[in-house]
Structure formats: C-alpha cells, structure tokens
C-alpha cells in the first residue's frame, strides 16, 4: 500500500474514533472507492434549515466528502446534502471551509468544523465573504435578537474512555424555563429546559433526537 492510501486509511480510523469520542454525534454512515475517494457522514446537531430558526429547528444533517486523486494536497470537496440555511454554505449545498487547505489536517478535524460551520460557532462563520449572503443577512438580525441561540449548539469530544454526559433536570421543574422543541420524527412538540444540550427522547413516538435549547 503506497503512503496516499495509507493516509486515506488513517483518515477514515479517525473518523471512527470520532464516532465514539462523540457518542455517535458526527458518524460515517458509508465510504466506497479503491483507494477511498467517497465518505458519508451524518450530524446529530441542532441549526437552522431556513430563517425560521430559532422557533424552528433542524437536529439531523447528512454530509459528504470527495477526495480527489490528488489528496491530501488537494482540498477536500464537502457538500452537506440536506438542505440548512447557513452563511458558509452555498445553496448548492457545497461547504465554503475559508482558510486555506492543510495537507495535515485529517478527515476528523474538518468533521468537526463542519460541525461548528453548522452550528454558527463565531470562530468559524465567515460574513464578510459569505457563500450565502441572504443567510449571512439573516445570521445578523437573528443573532442580534436572539443571541442566546447561537450558536444553536455544541460538540463534545470525550477522551478514551470516558463518555460525555448533560442533564436536563439539575433544577426543579419550578425553577427550570421551558422551551419547546419539535421532533425531527413524529413533529410533536416537546417541552424541555433552556440552556441544556443533549439526547432527548420524545415521549409520543419514543424515538431519540439531539436538542439544544
């Protein structure tokens, strides 16, 4: 095996690792190619699907990324296939990275600025030169009005071993501001504490959702 597809090897073992660092928060759910040239990824994150986010989300997103025969010198291709609205997304859903490609930068680290791009994290949202400028425009006037939404969410990575946890009750039921959020799911709403971030069950239909509120 030559060192090109060694590294591709590499990239996708990471990706794995991350998988489990995440609790299954950014998963590979396909690759094919010889060498690897074609990697699926699925985002358990909250963000916007339109401008109607805050009072509606989106908590699911696909991915993907295509890597040329040129890789890893050459930039990856990422392109998110379910539709969200976000400055640094072109509505053909092609990913804007902004700075320059690293050739040592493996497929983990750009996973999880996908994530942060997804989740309007400041240190990567990009409106001066956005690839969407409808949704920079939005961006502003939805963070200035609400800026306690953004970003709309966060990822944490666990070291080997260990298991990131959140809870939704550290308060009394009295004490605890309710926001209401929908099911990607069923659609139902469902009401939970402001200011938390994690796995929710939804009580009509039993399945699991990621949420931040």
């Known amino acids: 095996m030559n060192a090109f597809n060694e590294r591709r090897d590499e990239d996708l073992k990471k990706l794995k690792q991350l998988e489990l660092a995440t609790n299954g928060r950014i998963r590979v759910i396909g690759c094919n190619g010889s060498p690897i040239s ?11 699907a339109d401008d109607r986010y805050p009072a509606k989300s989106l908590t699911e997103v696909d991915a993907t990324i295509e ?7 050459q930039e990856p291709s990422v392109v998110v296939k379910t539709n969200v609205f ?54 502003l006037r939805a963070k200035g009005a609400s800026p ?16 990131s946890s959140v809870s939704w009750t550290d308060k009394s039921e009295e004490q605890v501001a309710k926001v209401v959020v929908t ?6 709403n469902v ?22 509120t």
């Open 67 to 73: 890597l040329s025969a040129r890789y890893p010198f």
């Open 86 to 139: 976000n400055p640094n997304i072109y509505t053909s859903g092609r990913v804007c990275l902004g700075s320059k490609w690293i050739a040592t930068e493996y497929l983990d680290l750009l996973a999880q600025r996908l994530f942060k791009i997804l989740s309007f994290d400041d240190s990567v949202i990009n409106v001066a030169s956005a690839a969407n400028g409808d949704a920079a425009r939005w961006y």
């Open 191 to 212: 009401r939970l504490p402001a200011g938390k971030a994690g796995s929710v069950v939804c009580p009509k239909c039993k399945n699991s959702f990621s949420a931040r």
């Open 183 to 188: 099911c990607p799911h069923c659609g139902a």
């Open 148 to 163: 306690q939404s953004f970003p709309s969410d966060s990822l944490q990575v666990s070291t080997a071993g260990q298991k």
């Open 38 to 48: 074609h990697i699926s990824l699925r985002f358990q994150v909250q963000t916007a």
